[in-house]
């Protein structure tokens, strides 16, 4: 009788011969005999597989989405459903821990409830290039919370758009990404809120800085008119969103024959060391005088430049070396003048203050802000149109508004009756190269291009 050791040895052995045999005689594989990996197949189920899971878990899981479109949080949490302990203790953490104290149009909430409870907050900046997040324990407090930041891929993106009424409208119908939320349409209030951030984005970058210099867009648009972009995307894989970056080269094509044409070229200005992006007209000329306008994107002015003001908080007059310009608490400051940041803290009566130094002499100072601009520091160079802070009524204020003032060669100036000295063009050498460059993206620009000529008749007819 055999041993149980002795059986296994013998039913091991028999087996690996039979694999073996297998093995030999078996024909090999032909590897061109099937079709390919085809990975965008294998996406859409999964994305199937995906929204079926979700519809199983829609009895149990509710995401319900708010925006704020004044900058209220307390009223976004509301909307969402976040009341109570949970909405106290929303706040708290959103503003002292997590810092996020200055909202914008365009940010949104999503509060996640399982079975009525909370289980999750997310606090989506309109910048999109990451997100707060609060966690909850079920039927407790908040767990824990944290910022996200989502890779980004970089792209660029042919368009072009005919005008029926207005740029923006053009925009908003023929400049949206097809990829710009997860499912291609526009079905919720947040991807409302990114739809008009993306084109409320674009149109600024259009007109008020790479053509405004050029073109009157209250008086000059007409119906007809054609405007072709190169953008400059941002595509985040987590959330399967696309965002607005910036234009890279643009034309404007009056439908009376006349176009704006404006390129990119990268150098490095004379005051930094880092290469920076700066557009230019065919001939090398700048598109920019030295300084914007205003700090303020249609800021109201509440008081103007004066050698004798009677101080609103003080009671007495003295001089008001600058013009106050009144917005929203919150509204973006931008720096009307490529320069390095000179000051960055509170001063008294100015509260939260920016000072910039120009060249050629000239100094800006933007006062009482809100809160300062992430990212920069005391040193940092910034360019023109660049957000240095946000709208407050910090220091001696009445409301919310930015004191803006100018220097040049240290002594006060009247902002708006300045002479704004133009950028100079681009000349030898750089002007060679950026011709160059011209050439070389007019014919990738045309490649990209999805407006492509209606092919030719065929001869004879019907």
């Keep these: 009788m055999h041993s149980p050791a002795r059986i296994r040895k013998r039913v091991l052995l028999a087996i690996s011969a039979g694999i073996a045999a297998t ?18 197949s294998d996406i859409t ?50 503003r002292d821990s997590l810092l996020w104290r200055v909202q914008h149009p365009g940010d949104t909430l999503a509060a996640s409830f399982t079975h009525g409870e909370l289980v999750e907050i997310r606090a989506i900046p309109r910048g999109g290039r990451g997100f707060y997040y609060i966690s909850f324990e079920p039927g407790g407090g908040p767990l824990s919370w944290g910022y996200v930041r989502q890779d980004e891929w ?29 499912t291609g349409s526009i079905l919720t209030h ?3 809120a990114r739809a008009i ?7 600024h970058e259009l007109t008020d800085r790479l053509l405004a210099f050029d073109i009157d867009f209250y008086y000059d648009v007409q119906t007809g008119d054609r405007v072709h972009l190169l953008i400059e995307e941002v595509r985040y894989p987590e959330s399967s969103e696309s965002g607005f970056r910036r234009i890279l080269a643009a034309k404007y094509e009056f439908a009376a ?12 200005p004379d005051s930094s060391d880092d290469l920076v992006l700066d557009h230019y007209h065919r001939d090398g000329a700048s598109i920019r005088t030295m300084f914007l306008k205003m700090p303020v994107p249609f800021g109201r002015i509440s008081s103007p430049f004066s ?20 917005a929203p608490t919150g509204t973006e400051i931008y720096a009307v003048g490529d320069g390095v940041i000179m000051m960055r803290q509170s001063s008294g009566g100015y509260g939260n203050i920016v000072r910039i130094r120009h060249g050629n002499g000239y100094e800006t100072g933007y006062g009482h802000m809100s809160s ?22 910090t220091g001696l204020s009445t409301g919310p508004h930015v004191h803006f003032e100018m220097k040049r060669n240290g002594q006060y100036v009247n902002p708006a009756e300045e002479i704004l000295p133009p950028v100079d063009p681009l000349e030898g050498e750089e002007l060679v190269e950026f011709q160059a460059g011209v050439r070389a993206l007019e014919g990738y620009w045309a490649r990209m291009s999805e407006d492509l000529p209606d092919p030719p008749e065929e001869a004879g007819g019907a």
């Excluded at 090999?28 to 005999?33: D, E, G, R």
Aim: glycine fraction near 12%; proline fraction near 4%.
């Design 372 to 393: 300062f601009a992430a990212g920069q520091a005391v040193g940092t160079y910034v360019r023109q149109g660049e957000i240095i802070g946000y709208v407050g009524s």
């Design 257 to 268: 024959g006349r176009i704006v044409e404006v390129f990119p070229f990268y150098h490095t």
């Design 45 to 94: 189920r999964l994305h199937r597989s995906i929204d079926s899971l979700g519809a199983i878990l829609a009895d149990t899981l509710q995401v319900r989405t708010s925006l704020i479109g004044d900058g209220f949080l307390g009223g976004a949490l509301w909307d969402a459903g976040v009341v109570g302990n949970d909405y106290v203790n929303t706040c708290a953490i959103l």
């Design 154 to 182: 970089t792209r660029i993106r042919a368009v072009t758009c005919t005008v029926t009424s207005t740029v923006w409208e053009s925009l908003s119908e023929g400049g949206l990404p097809r990829d710009l939320t997860p």
């Design 23 to 40: 093995l030999f005689f078996m024909k090999p594989p032909s590897w061109s005999s099937g079709s390919c990996w085809s990975l965008d």
């Design 197 to 203: 951030a993306y084109v409320t984005e674009l149109q």
């Design 307 to 326: 050698g004798s003001r009677l101080h609103p908080v003080l009671g007495y007059s003295r001089a008001h070396n600058g013009i106050d310009y009144a």
């Design 190 to 192: 947040r991807d409302s």
